[in-house]
């Protein structure tokens, strides 16, 4: 339960809280509410245990507790374990006329250090060492004539048996380095490695040294030294001689034997101490430093790695005053201090005050009851730990840190660090958006607009009133960053506020360019660039998926400002070429437009407007089509080029891209050629007959329709054509008919055209007639018989007047006789051979008729070697002999499928229908059984399986097969 003392003090806290956020947030679109947390920055807890005495000195570190009382005895306690404490006598291991000034815990918490001073001049100072797991003190050798009064631990020693190199401080000004290392596992007494003076701040004087802190840069050997005095903090910069990974920090300060002093930084003070703490990052690594003086404290950044200053390692300080205190103004220094990130807690004999190093404003104050708990005696930090001890006379308390960064945003936007500020905001888009109007404001005062658009399209602030802001005075450029940037933000589904920008944003950079035209800076830097701001802004996938929408608005702004150019650059964005071509083709730009059209490659666009540019240009808009070579498909222009006036310079320029697709992209469609046919019919009767002839005579291969072509051609007079299709279609005795009319020696082409040698005599022959019967040529009757050897004269004489003398046809007769004469012979020979054939077949049926087989009681089987009588067999004439089954079984696979499955329905047959079924006569006068039994034979005994052709066909297989390959290995081993 809490004591009535511990309330009055938590009544006494006092913990500063800035304005509330709703009062900074009026610009803002977000809804005023509280938004700062009232947890106190910084809450005390007194420790669960009473000292013996009272505390004169205390030293933490990594959870490790140690109190010096005025008994003589050191407390120490394991704050993880807090049940386990132990107190040592000390003051029996001194002399008796020294007293304790100081103790000193490395950051381990491993090795403490007791420093000291004599009493009286009969005494000498001394230091003393105690091991964490050792109750024996060890006096440090050497040490009786320095009274030591700081010590720099290394914070890169992880041992818990020596503390590496460190550094001492004495009241005289020197600066020693020792190492201390435990001699012993269970004694744990000190053996002092080393002890060297390394030197003297003091120049002779005595000027105690308040403190020591050494750091390495970034693992190299590279080391810096901070060592305080009460009136100067110096700085030491140099590398370390490192063995063993331990270094010597004597060979820093050789430069600084022989320089002057100037690594320092002096505050005048009358006080005899002064308080140096760091404060280190989640890395362990040094961040900033504090220097507490008695005019304030002296706060500065850390950049160990910085090279603007080799000579400093501050990066920025300032002197920070301390609040007021009320009482009787005796006590204005405080007596000690702890670091934090973001604030210092001063310590004072009767309370605690905690300031923030941003702003040096009071955040918390807690007052102590010194009647109960005694005076404040000293508050330290554990280094390890980060955790916070302040010590009374007669009582210990832990302070605990409550999110100290929660109002640094605040005081980073005050000072208006901006970037800082939004880094330590946590992320809170209400703390964010109150920064960035502010930062936005600021620079918009400064005159640098484009920036404060850009930040203020960050905010929630309205967007009406930002935009009136820049049009107000005139700042368009700002204008377009502030609505680029409100356009990024915007979801999809905004559609109306993106149109919205989209058209305005277009309008500002259109009516830019326009004031440039006019002013006659059309080829300008500046025109260029705003050009190519639009360019990129067109672009944007939003601004694209936008245009969809608004393109006519936007088209009729650019249409308003004359931007022909920009008209014809967004429509190929929005893939809108229609507009641009039928303008070019309203204004009778066509060469423009066909320009435009080749330039887009898109063939629908083509096809759309080819019946206006047809018309009008037909010999630039044929160039055009042929440019376009099979991108274009001749089928789809078939319109436009109906459409055209059916006159010479149309057709020309028509049958010119029709024949360069047949000849360059072998085009077949049917509907083409036929159009092209008919233009070669109406203008072009030479180039028809090229054209039929090109096509070859093979009406399956021709891509024109024949019967079309064939009735045009009637219907607009061109016989030639016409004999050729009519021949075509193998209507030869129409074809020859027109050909006599045409030219005889057109009519002998076709009638030598059928493959039918009938058909060609018939043909010949209609030829022979229409000479004959015209005018009774005898001659050109005989030309005809060389020409044709298929008419002979025999076939010609009725063609020929009944007054026409034979004198002129002997010869041909004579010769007609004599080939007769030749054939009569040849049949004798052949009706001779076949006698002798028919006679000797007769012989050998004949001898047939009395052959006979023996079959014996000892013959076996070819295939299966059993007895060949036991089971019905066949014998072949070559004596082979088989069982029917294994005759079956063996001759079935080598069958083809069609005689395989024959036999597979006989044999079905035989063993299904009944015997009433299979002893019916059938008409040949045999039993069904019979005639199923005789096919059966037919089929698997027609030859000898072993002699036959089926063998010889098979004289190239192998005798194993593959699948038989690995049994027959098996058996030959």
């Not at 005023?32 to 910084?42: I, R």
């Not at 631990?153 to 401080?169: A, C, H, Q, R, V």
């Not at 040698?757 to 019967?773: D, M, P, S, Y």
């Amino acid at each position: 339960m809490t004591s009535i003392f511990d309330q009055y003090e938590q009544a006494s806290h006092l913990s500063q809280k800035p304005a509330p956020a709703s009062e900074q947030m009026t610009s803002s679109g977000y809804i005023n509410m509280q938004l700062e947390d009232n947890t106190p920055l910084f809450s005390k807890q007194r420790m669960n245990f009473n000292p013996s005495d009272l505390i004169t000195h205390v030293a933490v570190a990594s959870d490790y507790l140690v109190l010096a009382m005025g008994n003589g005895k050191l407390f120490r306690m394991d704050l993880k374990v807090p049940d386990q404490q132990e107190e040592i006598q000390y003051s029996k291991n001194v002399q008796p006329n020294s007293k304790l000034t100081s103790i000193f815990l490395d950051p381990l918490g491993q090795h403490l250090l007791l420093a000291f001073a004599a009493r009286n001049k009969d005494g000498n100072p001394e230091l003393v060492y105690l091991h964490r797991k050792s109750n024996k003190l060890k006096s440090v050798s050497k040490s009786r004539n320095y009274e030591v009064t700081e010590v720099g631990w290394n914070w890169e020693n992880k041992s818990t048996t020596t503390t590496g190199p460190i550094l001492l401080g004495t009241s005289q000004g020197h600066i020693l380095e020792m190492e201390l290392e435990a001699e012993s596992d269970k004694m744990f007494t000190a053996s002092q490695q080393y002890w060297r003076q390394i030197f003297d701040i003091g120049k002779g004087s005595d000027t105690p040294i308040t403190g020591i802190q050494f750091h390495r840069v970034n693992k190299t050997s590279k080391y810096f030294i901070f060592v305080t005095t009460p009136t100067r903090l110096y700085q030491f910069i140099g590398h370390a001689m490192i063995s063993d990974d331990k270094p010597s920090l004597q060979s820093i300060f050789h430069s600084y034997l022989t320089t002057p002093e100037t690594g320092f930084q002096e505050i005048p003070s009358t006080l005899k101490y002064s308080k140096l703490q760091f404060y280190f990052d989640k890395s362990n690594n040094p961040k900033s430093f504090t220097w507490l003086t008695e005019p304030g404290i002296f706060y500065g950044q850390l950049d160990p790695t910085s090279q603007q200053n080799s000579n400093s390692l501050f990066t920025q300080s300032e002197l920070i005053n301390y609040p007021s205190h009320e009482g009787d103004g005796k006590e204005t220094t405080p007596l000690s201090f702890v670091l934090t990130e973001f604030h210092a807690l001063l310590m004072y004999s009767d309370r605690v005050k905690g300031i923030s190093l941003l702003n040096q404003e009071l955040v918390y104050e807690d007052r102590y009851n010194s009647e109960v708990h005694g005076k404040l005696k000293n508050i330290v930090k554990d280094p390890a730990r980060n955790t916070i001890w302040a010590v009374t006379d007669k009582a210990v308390f832990r302070y605990k840190v409550n999110k100290e960064e929660r109002n640094v945003w605040r005081i980073y936007s005050e000072k208006e660090q901006f970037d800082l500020a939004k880094l330590y905001c946590q992320n809170n888009p209400a703390y964010i958006d109150i920064i960035n109007v502010k930062q936005a404001d600021i620079l918009f005062k400064k005159g640098d607009y484009e920036k404060s658009a850009a930040i203020f399209a960050e905010t929630q602030s309205s967007f009406e009133t930002i935009c009136l802001k820049f049009l107000e005075i005139d700042q368009i450029n700002a204008l377009k960053v502030y609505l680029a940037k409100r356009l990024e933000s915007l979801s999809d589904d905004d559609k109306t506020l993106i149109s919205m920008i989209v058209i305005w944003m277009t309008e500002l950079y259109l009516s830019q360019l326009a004031s440039l035209r006019r002013l006659g800076k059309g080829d300008s830097q500046e025109y260029h660039q705003i050009q190519s701001d639009l360019e990129v802004f067109l672009l944007q996938p939003k601004v694209v998926q936008c245009m969809q929408h608004v393109k006519s608005i936007v088209y009729d702004l650019m249409s308003s400002y004359g931007d022909k150019q920009n008209l014809i650059k967004l429509t190929v964005i929005n893939e809108d070429y229609e507009n641009v071509v039928a303008q070019h083709i309203y204004k009778k730009s066509y060469q423009e437009a066909l320009d435009m059209l080749q330039s887009l490659k898109k063939p629908d666009l083509f096809y759309q407007f080819a019946p206006v540019l047809m018309e009008e240009t037909p010999k630039n808009t044929v160039n055009a089509l042929i440019s376009q070579g099979a991108k274009l498909s001749p089928s789809k222009l078939l319109p436009a080029f109906l459409s055209c006036e059916n006159d010479a310079i149309h057709a020309s320029e028509i049958t010119r891209y029709l024949e360069f697709m047949m000849q360059n992209f072998n085009v077949k469609d049917k509907a083409i050629h036929n159009y092209l046919l008919t233009l070669y019919v109406e203008t072009d009767k030479e180039a028809l007959l090229r054209y039929l002839a090109r096509q070859g005579q093979d009406v399956t291969m021709v891509n024109y329709d024949v019967h079309y072509a064939l009735r045009l051609c009637r219907e607009k007079g061109v016989p030639e054509a016409c004999v050729t299709l009519s021949a075509l279609l193998g209507l030869w005795e129409a074809a020859l008919e027109l050909a006599l009319q045409v030219d005889i020696s057109l009519a002998k082409t076709v009638s030598a055209m059928p493959d039918d040698v009938a058909l060609q005599k018939r043909l010949w022959l209609g030829v022979a007639e229409h000479v004959i019967t015209k005018n009774q040529d005898i001659k050109e009757a005989m030309n005809l018989l060389e020409e044709c050897s298929l008419i002979k004269i025999e076939d010609i004489l009725p063609f020929f007047s009944d007054v026409t003398t034979i004198d002129h046809f002997s010869e041909p007769i004579c010769q007609s006789l004599e080939e007769y004469n030749n054939q009569i012979e040849e049949l004798k020979l052949e009706m001779e051979d076949a006698t002798k054939s028919a006679e000797c077949v007769r012989s050998e049926i004949q001898s047939f008729r009395n052959r006979s087989a023996l079959v014996s009681v000892t013959d076996v089987c070819c295939v299966c070697d059993i007895a060949l009588l036991l089971r019905p067999f066949y014998l072949f004439p070559c004596s082979h002999r088989f069982h029917t089954d294994c005759l079956l079984a063996h001759a079935q696979p080598l069958l083809p499928p069609s005689r395989r499955n024959k036999l597979a329905d006989l044999q079905r047959q035989l063993a299904v229908l009944s015997n009433i079924e299979l002893s019916t006569v059938t008409s040949s006068g045999l039993p069904f059984r019979e005639v199923l039994r005789n096919e059966i034979d037919d089929i698997i005994a027609s030859e000898c399986m072993l002699c036959g052709e089926h063998m010889i066909s098979c004289i190239d297989r192998p005798f194993i097969s593959d699948e038989d390959w690995d049994k027959v290995m098996k058996e030959w081993e």
